[in-house]
């Protein structure tokens, strides 16, 4: 006869040990890489002349904005196990589109929305491939990063749109006040703020987690995987839209060559912030944190007349550092030896 165990007491009374939660499921603190951002600033504040110059952060700060504006979409995309390689692409293809529209004579207000819109079909088509035909997002985003960087050499050429609007340009580098911070640090605020409760306090954010952790168990757990993914890579379209406009107004010039190789620095503040590449983990903290810590290093040795292929250089090596210490981390955890058993199990306790 059947005995039904569901209710059985656990040998030697003891209890079992809680579930653990699934990783990223709250709020990470981002604390080791914002401790070495804080260690950073301070020891370039000493050694890099002009570093702690109120001018000089303000150059700081608009660097970062772009950076971190593209890479609030693209955390959720990373954290979902998914990628977006066309994301600069996109930005040269928005600012493209801004100067030929400019050119044609459309006011400025509506040029804005039209990029918008051109960003999300940019990222539905990338959506589209990736949970329509099943198409890795890897593949179909380096495709897509040469395709649309073509399409904006098709649009504009290699002629440059300069001739903005003043009081459109002058707002996107002028700062608030006497503090030196960029006009554009507030709303940036404002959409990191709305992206982290999105991604850390809510159900989707946790779908997201989810899904990354295992695709499988979230689809068989009731979560619209191909939705969700499709509508994650439409906002990474438009906010990288959203970055051409800016980046357009902030240089005031409008060239299909705009933010050439800038998806390498989103990645590397996204991976420098603790977000897995495998996706399931990470946190917004900590890729704000990851942003200002690579805009700051590349600052920094712009001031001391660094070349720019040393940058680059710099960069990569920072992306790689961000991809392997995890790695390294979770094989040192692997082979650590076993922790020594308690008093009362050597003494034969049960």
Request: charged residues 10%; proline residues 5%; contains cysteine.
């Amino acid at each position: 006869m059947a005995v039904d165990t569901s209710s059985a007491p656990v040998a030697g009374n003891a209890t079992p040990p809680p579930a653990r939660a699934p990783r990223g499921f709250t709020l990470p603190s981002g604390s080791v890489i914002s401790t070495f951002l804080v260690l950073f600033l301070v020891i370039a504040s000493f050694s890099v002349d002009g570093f702690a110059s109120t001018r000089n952060l303000g150059f700081l700060l608009l660097d970062v904005v772009v950076i971190a504006l593209i890479a609030l979409p693209l955390t959720l995309i990373v954290v979902t196990g998914e990628i977006d390689l066309s994301v600069a692409s996109m930005v040269g293809l928005s600012s493209a589109v801004m100067g030929k529209l400019w050119f044609a004579g459309l006011s400025l207000q509506l040029i804005i929305v039209l990029c918008l819109v051109l960003g999300a079909v940019l990222g539905a088509f990338n959506g589209l491939l990736v949970t329509w035909l099943g198409l890795p997002s890897l593949a179909v985003t380096i495709g897509t990063l040469a395709l649309y960087r073509g399409l904006a050499f098709v649009v504009l050429g290699d002629q440059a749109v300069a001739d903005f609007p003043r009081s459109w340009t002058t707002w996107a580098i002028s700062s608030l006040g006497n503090s030196g911070i960029p006009n554009a640090v507030l709303p940036l605020l404002v959409l990191v703020a709305v992206t982290a409760v999105l991604l850390h306090a809510t159900p989707i954010g946790r779908a997201l987690y989810a899904m990354g952790n295992s695709e499988d168990a979230a689809r068989f757990s009731g979560i619209d995987v191909a939705r969700m993914k499709f509508w994650l890579f439409v906002a990474s379209g438009v906010v990288s839209a959203l970055g051409g406009v800016f980046w357009t107004l902030r240089y005031g010039s409008a060239r299909a060559d705009n933010a050439t190789g800038l998806e390498l620095q989103v990645i590397a503040a996204i991976l420098l912030g603790g977000v897995s590449i495998f996706g399931g983990s990470g946190g917004l903290l900590g890729v704000m944190a990851g942003a200002l810590l690579l805009a700051s290093v590349r600052n920094a040795l712009q001031l001391v007349n660094v070349p720019s292929d040393v940058l680059n250089i710099v960069t990569g090596a920072l992306l790689i550092v961000a991809v392997v210490a995890p790695q390294v981390v979770a094989r040192l955890k692997t082979h650590r030896p076993p922790a020594r058993r308690s008093a009362g199990a050597q003494k034969g306790n049960p």
